[in-house]
């Protein structure tokens, strides 16, 4: 009999777990870490990091911490399903807005009815290749060498002679093959393959996908290569099904054994997703008069380079989002960050774009020098169209104030910060 537990990611939880259970969960999590492609554009590497955190707690209890990643987790008869930080129906308009997934317009409100995000992508991913599989699957030229009874294409021709010396009348032949074997119906079958084998899925989906890959089965496995795999013009109809088979093959499911025991993952990281859906949120309202996109700077003289999440116009501002829940403090990183980040560009303006249940206990300006820091908030009290609304019209308006003629920081500023209730905190 499966248990299920539901978490919430980053959050420490308190479990029953048997000693060999954790043991398989910390393993996952280190071995998850090791993976650079995990930790995106993070460059800091640390040999202590782990995805999934375990501590003994007094009386053979743990606290089990899976961060900064939704999905489930089985490890015996235990399994631990992660849900976001923030309400799911935020999280999943935010993620539909990502250039990770392609827009769905209905994943939130399904979100909202009980399904878990993994499952809705899985879900979604099924629906769209088995729309595609209803037509022919695109085709192309393969490089194939092969014994052959009939010639075809070039004779390789040492080989094809110790064929005939070993009285086999074939011939090795380099042809090129019209096929569905190409890189992107490889990516495809090897996302249905890994939906086919998770036990961590519904049956229903495990047979769904067991079905497509019957469909498939003239495709070969996945290549290295193939995950560079992308739409072209012929093959626009492919959009949605690779865009859900890429972030399926992305989603660190692996399989550990120890003993009899055994250990499941399937998991997505969750910061990419809620990165690119606020910048696409805010893109949306602001373009063309302030367009939002992503830029990094190098220091000319070292190697130090500054990777802002949130670039605004010509550098007139820049930004960054953090996906955690705000305080009335702020946390002196980001906002050191935020500060580097302004100055590296040359920018007087930083802004840092959070999350809050209230809209109000949030951290206030900081004026450090030449930069003015405001934190920005996604008000999950509100619907997310309410919230995607307040936020963009609170960008537009900061960013309007900062852009009039003769703007001056040590005093204009100041004054309409005053007048509009907005106080100023100088950082130590």
Not at 254 to 280: C, K, N, V, Y
Request: hydrophobic residues 40%; glycine residues 6%.
């Amino acid at each position: 009999m499966i248990r299920t537990e539901a978490i919430i990611e980053s959050r420490p939880t308190a479990l029953d777990l048997s000693d060999e259970e954790a043991t398989l969960l910390a393993a996952l999590g280190r071995r998850l870490a090791s993976r650079r492609t995990w930790w995106g554009d993070d460059e800091v590497q640390d040999i202590d990091r782990s995805v999934i955190g375990c501590h003994r707690l007094p009386g053979g209890r743990w606290t089990v911490t899976v961060r900064e990643a939704i999905g489930a987790i089985r490890v015996g008869k235990l399994q631990i399903v992660i849900r976001p930080k923030i309400p799911p129906n935020h999280f999943c308009y935010l993620a539909s807005r990502s250039d990770l997934l392609p827009r769905i317009e209905d994943l939130e409100t399904s979100l909202v009815q009980g399904s878990d995000f993994i499952e809705l992508v899985v879900r979604w991913f099924l629906k769209s290749l088995e729309r595609l599989l209803r037509k022919d699957l695109a085709r192309g030229y393969t490089d194939r060498t092969e014994e052959l009874a009939v010639v075809r294409g070039r004779v390789v021709p040492i080989e094809t002679t110790l064929l005939l010396l070993q009285g086999k009348a074939r011939a090795l032949c380099d042809f090129e093959d019209f096929t569905e074997d190409i890189p992107i119906n490889r990516v495809l079958r090897a996302a249905a393959g890994r939906v086919a084998a998770s036990p961590l899925l519904a049956m229903s989906l495990r047979s769904r996908a067991r079905a497509v890959l019957c469909r498939l089965g003239e495709t070969g496995p996945l290549r290295a290569t193939d995950v560079h795999a992308r739409v072209e013009r012929l093959t626009q109809r492919y959009t949605c099904a690779l865009a859900f088979a890429k972030q399926l093959l992305g989603m660190g499911g692996m399989q550990l054994e120890h003993g009899d025991s055994h250990a499941w993952s399937f998991l997505i990281r969750t910061p990419e997703l809620i990165e690119t859906g606020i910048r696409e949120a805010l893109n949306q309202a602001l373009s063309p008069t302030w367009p939002v996109i992503k830029r990094a700077r190098k220091d000319g003289r070292s190697s130090v380079t500054f990777n802002p999440d949130l670039v605004f116009g010509s550098d007139a501002a820049i930004g960054d989002v953090k996906y955690k829940i705000a305080s009335a403090d702020w946390v002196r990183g980001d906002l050191l960050q935020s500060i580097a980040f302004a100055t590296a560009f040359r920018s007087n303006r930083a802004l840092l774009v959070g999350f809050s249940e209230d809209g109000r206990d949030i951290p206030s300006q900081v004026e450090a020098g030449e930069v003015l820091v405001r934190f920005f908030p996604w008000q999950t009290c509100m619907t997310p169209v309410e919230a995607h609304g307040q936020l963009s019209s609170a960008v537009k308006e900061w960013l309007e104030l900062r852009s009039e003629p003769g703007f001056n920081l040590s005093g204009r500023v100041q004054q309409r910060i005053v007048d509009e209730q907005l106080p100023i905190a100088r950082a130590d």
